[in-house]
């Protein structure tokens, strides 16, 4: 117990160390460049939203939206006129009877408002902030209220919530005379609750409307990266909080050469990356017309329904919520009852069909590699013709790490003017461990120079050295104390250090620096300029 820290990170987040940030920052430098040189520009985005944007772009029925989004009820300034509303029409007679109705103080404390009808002084939480001086300030009110209006008789205080108060609030309430309302409000969860972005492809095309990018030469392509969150099992490969490089291209055109130079840039930027292995599945799932995808998903139910017996518990539950789901299962014992079903390749719509070939031919135009996958029909509502997802090796079970596809429409169904749209997200945790597994996560780690310095006069050429090798790029190791010369080469070879610099007043008095190669212990002495040079044709070798 004695060395046990107390805190531990949450389970499915985790910390990333500097033994691994290395190859993070390369793999966000190569998709910086990469995705560049597609002529994408970066956007950022806020970690949370309004829970209604990720349910309506998402699926209210999908898993990430009915089990796995992080979501609070924030007490904002919506509730105000909620509550004042909601309490003037259940006590409409004493409101309107009241003429003074005033908003008191609201401005120093704008988390309280106190209103003041028919001998009750009112006092509305809009937030949850409440304790003993809350309680007293509310006394205040009635000392101040009985003040103004010296004929009235003292007011009752009354504390009205927007949700049930805790029961420490409501025995503090009740020992000092004050009585609680909790009022229901049927919208306020809707307006108010708020959630941690499980993916971002709903901000993307919240954004894209609210800065009005649709007035912006089209199409308009941006890419995003940072962590998501999802409360899935976590497991190798699956987290709490994870994190997504992705890319959309909105606009108004849905030309197949978009879905494939999409898809190009993913294989290019893996390829950079020295990923080996990484498999590309694509499909299409139509779209909605009744000629297309909906036909096809009725046919697909009436089969289902022939074979629900035989079904597992998710799977039954699916034929009613989202058949397609079910071509997704991964239990052993319906995949050859799967493989039976009809396949939406022969459904699609004559449009949907002739965007599909396009896409394919597009795909083999830039010599992307891909496998046809009639089963590929992604977890989120929003898709539409073409999906595609990239497996890697290395990963288990999880081990899809990027998935996307198009999502025409999607814009509009936010409020936005109709566009088109189509992207993707790469899982980086799962991109950087399937590196890692193939050998190619070894990130630049240690010092390429340790000063191994001793002496008053040999510490200040010391620590200009260091300056002057920090200016020129390389990665310095200063130890802020003397050490002994076997100590200090010691600690020069833990870290990892290519060279040790040995200054002592000697070195410093003859301005002849002596550079030692840890790997084989040579020895060679250069004049300071001389050590420079030499460190820098060091460093082009090596990298
Ligand atoms: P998604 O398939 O839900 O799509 O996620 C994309 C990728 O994020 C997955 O392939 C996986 O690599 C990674 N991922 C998802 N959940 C986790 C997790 N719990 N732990 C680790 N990695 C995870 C989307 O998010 C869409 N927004 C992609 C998109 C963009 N479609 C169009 N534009």
């Keep these: 117990m004695a ?52 349910a309506k772009a998402i699926g209210a029925e999908t898993d990430i939206i009915s089990k796995e989004m992080f979501s609070w009820q924030e007490s904002g ?188 840039m993913v294989m290019t930027f893996f390829d950079r990356l020295g990923l080996t292995g990484a498999e590309l599945d694509i499909n299409s799932i139509g779209h909605n017309a009744p000629d297309c995808r909906p036909a096809y998903v009725q046919k697909l139910k009436a089969e289902l329904e022939k074979v629900k017996d035989k079904l597992g518990a998710d799977s039954q539950r699916r034929i009613e919520t989202n058949p397609l789901r079910v071509l997704d299962s991964k239990l052993e014992h319906e995949q050859a009852i799967i493989a039976t079903l009809p396949r939406i390749a022969d459904h699609l719509c004559d449009e949907c069909k002739a965007h599909y070939a396009a896409v394919k031919r597009q795909l083999e135009l830039r010599g992307v590699f891909f496998k046809e996958n009639w089963r590929l029909v992604r977890g989120l509502d929003y898709y539409m013709r073409t999906t595609f997802e990239i497996t890697a090796k290395g990963l288990g079970s999880q081990n899809a ?31 950087i461990l399937s590196l890692q597994e193939s050998g190619k996560g070894a990130a630049p780690q240690g010092r390429d120079v340790y000063i191994a310095w001793m002496g008053e006069r040999a510490y200040a050429t010391a620590v200009r050295a260091a300056k002057d090798l920090r200016t020129a790029g390389f990665r310095v190791e200063l130890p802020p104390t003397e050490l002994k010369f076997g100590k200090a080469l010691e600690r020069a070879d833990k870290l990892g250090s290519r060279f040790a610099l040995i200054l002592g007043d000697n070195e410093v008095a003859e301005g002849s620096w002596t550079l030692k190669t840890l790997a084989d212990g040579t020895q060679q002495k250069f004049t300071e300029p001389e050590l420079l040079e030499f460190l820098r044709s060091r460093k082009s070798l090596s990298s």
């Design 3 to 54: 060395n046990k820290s107390k805190f531990q990170a949450i389970r499915g987040t985790r910390d990333l160390l500097p033994s691994e940030t290395g190859l993070w920052n390369r793999v966000e430098q190569t998709a910086h460049a990469v995705f560049g040189t597609f002529g994408f520009g970066e956007i950022r985005l806020p970690a949370f939203e309004e829970t209604e944007l990720f």
């Design 77 to 264: 300034t919506i509730i105000e006129t909620d509550l004042q509303q909601a309490w003037m029409l259940k006590h409409k007679q004493g409101f309107e009877a009241a003429s003074r109705e005033y908003v008191f103080n609201s401005r120093q404390r704008p988390d309280l408002v106190v209103r003041e009808g028919d001998h009750t002084l009112v006092v509305e939480f809009k937030r949850r902030t409440i304790n003993q001086a809350t309680i007293e300030n509310i006394q205040q009110y009635r000392r101040v209220f009985g003040e103004r209006f010296p004929d009235e008789k003292s007011p009752r205080l009354l504390l009205v919530f927007a949700e049930e108060p805790s029961e420490f609030v409501r025995k503090l309430a009740g020992s000092n005379g004050v009585e609680i309302e909790v009022l229901d409000i049927p919208e306020y969860e809707q307006h108010e609750s708020l959630s941690l972005r499980p993916e971002a492809t709903a901000s993307v095309c919240r954004a894209y409307i609210e800065h009005g990018m649709a007035q912006l030469p089209q199409p308009v392509k941006l890419y995003y990266m940072g962590p998501m969150f999802r409360r899935e099992r976590p497991q190798k490969g699956r987290y709490r909080q994870f994190y997504q490089i992705g890319a959309e291209v909105l606009g108004g055109s849905d030309a197949p050469a978009i879905d494939a130079e999409v898809i190009e």
């Design 401 to 431: 790490v990027c998935g996307g596809g198009r999502y025409d429409g999607l814009v509009e169904l936010l409020g936005g003017p109709p566009t088109k749209g189509i992207g993707f997200a790469i899982g980086e945790d799962r991109l």
